[in-house]
Structures are given as structure tokens and as C-alpha cells.
């Protein structure tokens, strides 16, 4: 829901033309399946379609089921899976399993706030819904005195104990308040996106909690072909992307289109990202200078942090001597090991182009734990991560 929760607010919010839509989220996958859980695709009233929850393979009949739900104005949960009687049959041919909330959103009566809810941050903390238990069900999301439940999906700006607790009791009855409270802030602290399912009697409620933290940090030093080349590359990845260069005359920001251009010392700047908190053990540095006064310094500080990726571009007698000016300036041997360079994959790369995407595939297999890569035709291991069971 979060990745298009700004273009749906937008929509129900137009002063003009409001126009009604329903957003459908994955809340449960299982096997291998092409988009991970919260992934959520937006269909207007108007025709307008956003997002897609497969690559195309369930696409069809999930827009048929944001359609129902503009009709009818109810919630519900659809499973789409693969059918060995049928494989031609709506679901995915890939062979996993999905389910899927669909969601109907009307726009809110003049005055009232919006149903997808109002915060002041830019990048909301989490989206916590209370799924549907059949499929006849109330609204989502309805106008006050519309549903005897209340509102069924709510907005949360942070991870505190109060905050997490005063939202939820639009969710859930007050003798579960206290322990949903404590597992949808421990989930969020985490990062965690699933279904919490809350014991209620007999039965149980389900809440799904989709949370977001700020993207990764890639640090790209070197205002050159190659740094304008992979933060072009790095852009539609969703991370935070940062130029660095200490040469006025190269670092213009026009150039670096998506990135945040610092005009600095590059071990400078990374030591006070560092000591502000802008970087963590996600955050990805990658050094393309060709300039030992500036390599040297900034890897000795690169690989001194708790971050997941550092790179540095040069031939292979470069890196010789860069590793001997490393361990001069007192970088030991763990975190030498922790140094890839020459930087990125072995892929034959030689264009500016083609460097940056070697090395973002060598960063996609440092994020996945992967220290070989091969064909996915010579694997035989699932094709995606699998996800965790939740409760």
C-alpha cells in the first residue's frame, strides 16, 4: 500500500474530480512468486491503473476484483495460485500462491479527512490494515456513521509505544490492545511487513502491518562518466543516492539527475554522514576516483564503518597498491577482506554503462549473501526468497 499511497491520496483528494479507486496488496506469498508482500497495485473508477502485483500473470483478475469493490464498496481477500488441472487457469504459472486484499477508498466528505489518512512525515512509519474475515464484510475504509466497526486501515508516523496504541484502537477491541500494540511496534521497529494474527476467542484477527523505513545510502565518490553512469543506473533501485566530489567544476548537480551532489572531501563528508546517522549497516559506498589522495583516505574510513558494500574501481596492479597504502595507514586485514576491488561482477563490462550495472549486480548479490553467482538456468534452488511465515 505505502509504495502508492501518496498517487491514491492524491486521487480521492482532487478539488474538481475526486475519483473513487481500489488499491489490491499482496498480504501473503507463497513459493515463488515475482513481487514480494506489500507490493499493491492502484485501479481508479476513471480506468486509471497503477502498480502490478505479478508481471502480468493475475493482473487481469485482480482488476476485475477492484472493480467489484468500486461497485460494491467491500473488502475482500482473493488467493491466486497456480492450478496443475489447469494451467492455463487464472493464476501463476510460476507455481506460488498469493493472497490478496482489495480495497475500496471513496473520497471523503467535504471537511473530513482523507481515508487514507494525514501525517506531517514524508515517509510514514507504517500502513496497518485489519483484514477481512469473509468476503461480505464492511468498507475498508468507510464515512463516519457508514460502519459500526469504525475504520478498518490506519496510518502511522512512528514506532513509539503511545503512538502505535492510540492508532490501533480503531483496530482492535480493548482487551487486545496491549499485546497487538507491543507486536506491531516491535514489527515496525524492525522493518517487518506480514500478518500479525491476534487470538479472539474462537476466531482471530488479522492485521496487516506493511511497514517503511528511509531507502539504503549509496554513496557514489567521483564526479566522472562512470559516477554519472551508475547513479543513472542505481536511480530506479529506490535507494538514497549521494554524489561526492571535492572539484567544484565537476560536480554540477545538473548532471547527476537523482542524486544529492555534495561538493567535498570525500572521507570527509562519509566520516560526518557517519557521526549524523546517514549511514547503516544497509549503506553502500563506491569509490571511482582513480585518485590515491582521495581513494586512500575515504576506503580507510569507508571500511572502518558498519556498512554493507564498499567498492573501489582501478586495475588489478592499482588495487595492489591501494591495499599496501590501506594497511600503511593502519586498515587491517579483516577489513581489507571486506574491500571489493576491482569493483563489480565479471561481466566483460568496458562502457561507462556497463561498469555501473556490473556493479550493481555485485551489490544486488552482497545484499543477497551470495559470494558466487551463476546462470539461473544452472540452479536448481527457488528462483526468490522465500517469506516468513507471520503470526
Known amino acids: ?43 481508479g473508477a476513471d480506468g486509471a491503473l497503477h502498480g502490478s502485483l505479478s508481471g502480468g500473470c493475475v493482473e487481469g483478475a485482480v482488476l476485475e476484483a477492484c472493480r467489484e469493490a468500486l461497485e460494491t464498496g467491500r473488502s475482500s481477500l482473493r488467493s491466486f495460485g497456480f492450478s496443475d488441472e489447469d494451467a ?14 482489495i480495497q475500496p477508498f471513496a473520497p471523503p466528505p467535504p471537511g473530513t479527512q482523507s481515508p487514507l489518512g494525514t501525517v506531517n512525515d514524508p515517509s510514514p512509519a507504517a500502513y496497518v490494515t485489519r483484514l477481512p474475515q469473509e468476503s461480505d464484510v464492511p468498507p475498508a475504509v468507510a464515512p463516519e456513521g457508514d460502519d459500526a ?7 502511522l508516523a512512528g514506532d ?25 511496534a516491535a514489527m515496525l521497529r524492525e522493518a517487518r511487513t506480514g500478518t500479525l494474527r491476534l487470538p479472539a476467542g ?16 549509496l554513496v557514489v565518490c567521483g ?17 538514497r543516492i549521494t554524489l561526492c566530489d571535492h572539484r567544484p567544476a565537476f ?27 546517514d549511514l547503516d549497516a544497509r549503506s553502500m559506498v563506491c569509490v571511482l576516483t582513480h585518485d590515491p589522495k582521495v581513494d586512500v583516505p575515504v576506503l580507510a574510513t569507508a571500511l572502518r564503518l558498519d556498512i554493507a558494500y564498499v567498492g ?68 536448481s534452488g527457488p528462483l526468490h526468497a522465500r517469506t516468513a511465515a507471520s503470526g
Open 202 to 217: 474462537a476466531s482471530t484477527i488479522d492485521l496487516f502491518v506493511e511497514s517503511r523505513i528511509r531507502p539504503a545510502h
Open 223 to 239: 564526479a566522472n562518466a562512470f559516477g554519472q553512469a551508475l547513479v543513472e543506473a542505481a536511480r530506479p533501485l529506490g535507494l
Open 251 to 277: 560536480t554540477d548537480p545538473t548532471a547527476f539527475p537523482g542524486a544529492e551532489v555534495v561538493r567535498a572531501w570525500p572521507h570527509r563528508f562519509l566520516a560526518a554522514a557517519a557521526e549524523r546517522g
Open 1 to 43: 500500500m505505502l509504495d502508492i499511497l501518496d498517487g491514491a491520496r492524491e486521487r480521492l483528494a482532487r478539488a474538481s474530480d475526486p475519483v473513487p479507486c481500489a488499491v489490491a496488496t499482496i498480504v501473503s506469498a507463497q513459493g515463488s512468486v515475482p513481487r514480494p508482500v506489500g507490493t499493491s497495485m492502484l485501479v
Open 149 to 155: 466497526d469504525g475504520p478498518r486501515a490506519v496510518l
Open 160 to 184: 513509539g509505544a503511545e503512538e502505535v496504541r492510540g492508532a490501533l484502537t480503531m483496530l482492535l477491541p480493548p482487551e487486545l490492545l496491549e499485546a497487538g500494540s507491543a507486536q506491531v
Open 88 to 101: 492455463f487457469a487464472v493464476g501463476l504459472m510460476c507455481g506460488g500462491s498469493l493472497e490478496v486484499l
Open 312 to 379: 573501489a574501481m582501478g586495475s588489478r596492479r592499482s588495487d595492489r597498491d591501494r591495499r599496501r597504502a590501506l594497511r600503511e595507514a593502519g586498515v587491517g586485514e579483516e577489513a581489507l577482506s571486506r574491500l571489493r576491488s576491482p569493483i563489480g561482477l565479471d561481466l566483460g563490462a568496458e562502457s561507462p554503462a556497463e561498469v555501473a550495472i556490473a556493479i550493481l549486480a555485485e551489490i544486488l548479490a552482497a545484499r543477497a549473501e551470495r559470494s558466487t553467482v551463476e546462470p539461473l538456468r544452472d540452479g
